[in-house]
Every structure is written in C-alpha cells, then in structure tokens.
C-alpha cells in the first residue's frame, strides 16, 4: 500500500483482510476468532534493520535529502522508478523514472549530481545501505506483469540491474502489490494467481542472479527487499497458516516486511470494530489483524522469524465522531479517513490533530490514540471531515515496537514515509524515535508517563453551558513515580502541582485551550493538549418587524401610530438570531423570517421569536402590534353654509349645492 500521490483501497486488501468470508465463518471460536499459530521466538537482536522510505517526488517540499539524519536507518529506499507499461507508461521491459525533478541534473541543488544520487552518496556516506523502490500502489502491477512476460522479463531484468549500478544501489526493494491474481480492467490481462506469483517469483530469483554478475556486487551481494501484507486471522487456514505463495515470495528476500499500517490493519464497515493503525497485538475476530499475530502466522507456515519486519507508518487514520473510542462497530460509521499524504505526522501537527482532543495509549495493543468528543475540523482546513477517533504513532508507540523487535520477535521494521514525519524545521521526531528505540545501543525510558485530561461528557455539540470541572492525572510508566503536574489554561503560566492528580474549574464563555504535562522521577515527561468550549449566554435576538410596544390608541384612528398595522395589510417578519460563541442552533419565530405576519382580524396580536444555542441555552423575545382598521378613501364631512354642503380641502374647497335642477359652485378658502 505504498501510493505514489494517493492511497488507494485495493482489491487484494479487500480479499485479505475483509470480514464474513468462508475462513471467519468456519474455522471461528467463541470470540470469532480462527486458530492462532504457535509462537516461536528468535534470540533477542541488537541489530535490526531499520528501512525509511523517501519519497524523492516530494524531495522540493521541505524535506530534502541532507536534512535526512541516515545514521537512524541500516537501509534507505529512494522512491522511485516504474516497471514500464504501468502507472508511469513506457514500453513493458523499460525503467521509467518515477521521482519527477529529483532524477534531473539541472533541477538539482546538488552541483554535478541529481537529487536522486545526491540520496545515495548521503546514505552511503553514514554507512546506511541504499535501495531503490520499483513499484507502488496502483496501476503499478499492470507494469510488473507487462515487464515479466516470457518475452520480455530478460530485458526488465537487465535494465534494473544496470540502473542499480548506474546509481550505486545497494539493492532493490520490489513492490509489486497489485495483480496478483487479477482482472483486465486493473491489470491489462485476466490473470491467474498461479501465474502472477510464477512471474513474480521468477523475477525475485532472476534479479537475484543478475546482481550476482555484476562487479558492484562481488564483495557484498545485492540486496532484494519486499512489502507483504499484514494478515487477518479470519484468513487463516485450519493450521493457522497464511497462503503458501507469501511463504514462497518471503523465501527468496532479505526482508520481508509488512505494511501494517493504516488500511493494512484497519477497515470500516463489513462488521469490523474501530482499531488501530499498526496495532502491536490484540486482535480478536472483529478487529482481526495485529503485527504480532500477522508474524506469528508467517512463521508458524515456515517463515524464519528473523526475515520478518513489521511497519510503521508516519500518518494517522481516523473515524467519524459515531466512534468515541476503539472496538466499536463501525457499520454505521460513514468517515474513515486513510490519505496518507493529507494525514501525515507533519500534517497532524500543522492541523491541530495533536493539540487537541484527548491522547490515550492503549496497553493492549501497544497503540497511541486520541478521541475528540463531538467530533474535530482543523480550522486551517475546515472542509474536512470530522474527527472523532484518531490513530498514530508518537514516541511510545514506536518505543513497544522497538522492544518487541530488539526482543526477538521480528527482524526490523520498514517506514512509510520519511517525508510524512519531516517538521517545518527539518526535524523529524518520528524518525529520532525510531532510532532511539530500534538501533540506539541503550534505549532511553521507553515508558513516559501517560498525561490524562478527564473532561465531562459534552453535548452533541461539544459546548458546555457553563463552568467545567477538569481532572488531572499522571500516570507512571516507568516505576519512578510522578513528580508533577503542570496545568496550563489558555497558554497561561502552568500550575504546578507536586502530585499525580489534581481537579480545576475553568470558566468563561469561549474555546479554552489546556495543557497538561506529566514530569516523572525520572525526568521523563509527556504533554497532552485538549479543548474546552463553553457558551453560558444565552444568544441575543432583533427583531425589526412588527416594531411593537405600541402605546394605546383607539382603533379608527385616523392616522397609524407606532405598532400599528393596517388591517389586510402585508407587512413581513424581519427578525435575526446571533451567538458570539456557540453559534446559533435554532431561530424561530411565530412566522418564518421573511414571511407574511397575520393582519386580517383586528386587535392586539404577539409575535414571538425563540433562539437556542449549540450549547443549549434558550432565549425569547415577543412584541406586540395592533391590527387597526384600513383608511377609507377621503370621506365627505358635511359643513352648514346656508343651503351649501362643502367639502373641505387642504387649501380650497369646493361646495357643491343642488338648488331644484342646478348646481352652484362656490370657493371658499380653509
């Protein structure tokens, strides 16, 4: 599962790891589990390797390959070049450079070299082992299997083999993930498995015995690496063995490794439970697949133990808010975010990922993760689905899977990808991390302390409606015990507090940001950052029509006075909610805003408008207006002058009067 731009979701995954399938439905326990092979373990190493993939097509986005600190891997993947006929198109036999500009001299900030060779000679230079990566994800496997027919497999052998030497490689790490077995929309032919792994296999043994030829390689042999999948234990067979073309590909590397990492050990829906990316152990039938169990079944089918690498991977997963913490169903989850690029540990931290939410380790299966009650959308990214569960790898994640590796249990580790983990500033925490607990010869306190922020459980919304009560706690990993606890609320001076917990009140309408950080004895620390939102005001209405609070007047008034309307009149609501903090839930009036307010019946009518906020605080406002009756057209007010009847006017007036058959006219002024 190694995208080039993007991870895919891949067929083969699908048939791996999927749940309901013959093997779950036969071969499952009580807890749905199949059978679980005999472990055996290797003698403990001091040496295992350690692989970091770079992604040399991102080599101008900040991350460039002097920046790299090669002394924290034995082996260095530069990525990459493609089997022609592929993703990356040439003719099936062909190399086709896959690294954009890092294969370009003239593009290079490297004089006389490219971005590409410049990686070699770094990784050389600290005596790290340099491999190219051939492959990926994607329409890739439709190149392998062009590039390994009969007809053509002896050029593609040739072309790698003088490629490695013309860049000095140490050897190569084959990706091949797709068609193997497979359909001709993906894979350019229908092809069986039998024949897919019989091509495969075949060129494993034929780049093998090239190298073998070649004066780069008479001292040291070539080296030829392989990313396998992790595997489900529903998919085992009866004898907990994994399928024989796995135990044939890994006998012919020198590492075999597995990509356990984001949709290589979780999944969404199809009965599987919320789990972690790159869980160390505690598989059971719904959340089927752990590195350990996915060993264990390799060498209980004839695997040396010692050929096998679990991986880790440099981004996170998530689900949805429906999931508040792991072993959940996820049937009914509808976000399961698993981009690598977009989630990357850089990334994680640029969006804010890392600063809020809760942080939790969880013991069982040796995973970091935090959970975001009401869900988390990164404000430098607000089009992004929510967050409601997050996995990833942080020190002490990386530091149970370097015991478990330094114990015996696998032969290293491959990372995916170095560039993931690259911080603004060059560093890469991640990386030192994996040095430290993998190759550093006396690793130091892999238990920090757990820092725990105990918050309340918050509306849907996630807005408290008044003052929250946090609780603190450090919890000691290491048998030194906690020192302290330092507390800080909206980036204030910490709190320090000599014990291992401690409550504190925070108020105030507004997002609070806290801080806790666990020292132990042993000067071991860990921060956890998190949120409170809290909206104690209730939100605030205008309304601007019907005006309203008239003051008394008599019904045929002949003029309309304040909060007057006429009867059969249309006059419009025109009302507004607002919350400065919360945001406003709902804002509702007698008529909808915009609509026709009711004037037919004469009399005294209330309007009301009600406003609730996320936070659940309700306010109401009414006003009363008053339906009089319309005006008549100007009517005629009789007034004596003699035998006349007049009509007033503002300025002059006409009298009319009938005298038997006649009219007279006659002006007179106001």
């Known amino acids: 599962m190694h995208a080039v731009a993007r991870r895919s979701v891949i067929a083969a995954l699908v048939a791996a790891s999927l749940l309901g399938g013959a093997a779950a439905a036969s071969a499952a326990s009580a807890s749905g589990a199949a059978p679980r092979p005999a472990a055996t373990t ?41 089997p022609g006929g592929g993703s990356l198109g040439g003719v099936p036999g062909a190399i086709v450079p896959g690294a954009g500009t890092a294969h370009d001299p003239d593009a290079s900030p490297y004089p006389g070299t490219t971005v590409e060779d410049a990686a070699v000679g770094f990784a050389h230079d600290a005596g790290t082992k340099a491999l190219l990566m051939l492959g990926g994800d994607g329409f890739d496997g439709r190149g392998f299997l062009a590039s390994t027919d009969d007809g053509v497999r002896a050029t593609f052998v040739e072309n790698l083999v003088d490629y490695l030497v013309a860049h000095d490689y140490d050897g190569v790490d084959v990706d091949w993930e797709n068609c193997i077995g497979g359909e001709a929309w993906e894979c350019g032919v229908d092809i069986s498995l039998e024949e897919s792994v019989r091509r495969l296999t075949a060129l494993l043994t034929e780049v093998r015995a090239e190298m073998a030829t070649r004066a780069r390689y008479a001292t040291e042999p070539g080296i030829v690496t392989y990313p396998g999948y992790a595997v489900s234990i529903n998919d085992l067979d009866e004898n907990g063995h994994v399928e024989p073309w796995r135990v044939q590909v890994a006998s012919l590397v020198d590492q075999y490794n597995l990509m356990s990492y984001g949709i290589g050990t979780t999944w969404n829906g199809a009965n599987w439970d919320s789990w972690f990316s790159g869980a160390l152990d505690g598989e059971t039938g719904t959340h089927p697949i752990s590195i350990d169990s996915s060993i264990d079944a390799y060498v209980a089918s004839g695997v040396p133990r010692e050929r096998m690498g679990m991986g880790i991977g440099f981004y996170g997963i998530y689900y949805g808010p429906d999931i508040t913490g792991p072993r959940q169903n996820t049937d009914q989850n509808d976000i399961y975010e698993v981009d690598d690029n977009a989630l990357g540990y850089a990334n994680l931290v640029r969006m804010g990922y890392l600063d ?6 969880d013991d069982e299966a040796s995973s970091t993760y935090r959970l975001y009650p009401g869900g988390y959308i990164p404000t430098v990214d607000p089009a992004r689905f929510p967050a409601g569960m997050l996995s990833y790898e942080d020190e002490q994640s990386i530091a149970a899977k370097g015991a478990y590796t330094r114990a015996g249990n696998a032969g290293g580790t491959i990372l995916w990808t170095l560039n993931y983990g690259a911080m603004p500033d060059g560093s890469n925490p991640l990386l030192q991390a994996v040095k430290e607990s993998f190759l550093a010869a006396d690793p130091q306190n892999p238990t920090p302390p757990d820092a725990v922020v105990r918050v309340p459980d918050a509306p849907a919304s996630g807005w408290f409606p008044g003052p929250v009560t946090l609780g603190f706690e450090g919890i000691d990993r290491s048998g030194s015990g906690i020192d302290r606890l330092e507390i800080s609320i909206d980036d204030a001076a910490p709190i320090v507090v000599a014990d291992d917990a401690h409550e504190l009140e925070v108020a105030g309408d507004g997002t609070h940001r806290v801080a806790l950080t666990v020292v132990d004895g042993e000067g071991g620390s860990t921060t956890t950052r998190t949120t409170v939102r809290i909206d104690a005001s209730a939100p605030v209405i205008d309304i601007r029509s019907p005006l309203g609070d008239a003051a008394a007047a008599p019904l045929a008034a002949a003029a309309l006075m304040p909060g007057e309307v006429a009867q059969g009149s249309t006059v419009l609501a025109d009302f507004t909610c607002a919350d400065p903090h919360s945001g406003v839930g709902l804002c509702m009036g007698t008529v909808a805003d915009g609509a026709r307010l009711a004037t037919d ?32 057209d100007p009517a005629p007010v009789l007034a004596a002058t003699g035998a006349g009847w007049t009509w007033p006017f503002a300025t002059a007036a006409l009298a009319v009067c009938a005298l038997g058959f006649g009219i007279r006219v006659v002006r007179r002024r106001a």
């Open 42 to 82: 290797a003698p403990p190493t001091d040496t295992p390797w350690v692989t970091g993939y770079y992604a040399g097509w991102y080599w101008d986005q900040g991350y460039t390959p002097d920046q790299i600190d090669m002394s924290a891997m034995t082996h260095f993947v530069f990525g990459r070049v493609a």
């Open 356 to 361: 809020h939410g809760q942080r939790y380790f």
């Open 601 to 632: 019946t004469l009399g005294d009518h209330t309007f009301t408008v009600t406003a609730v906020n996320a936070a659940g605080l309700t306010a109401t406002r009414s006003v009363t207006y008053r339906v009089v009756a319309a005006a008549a």
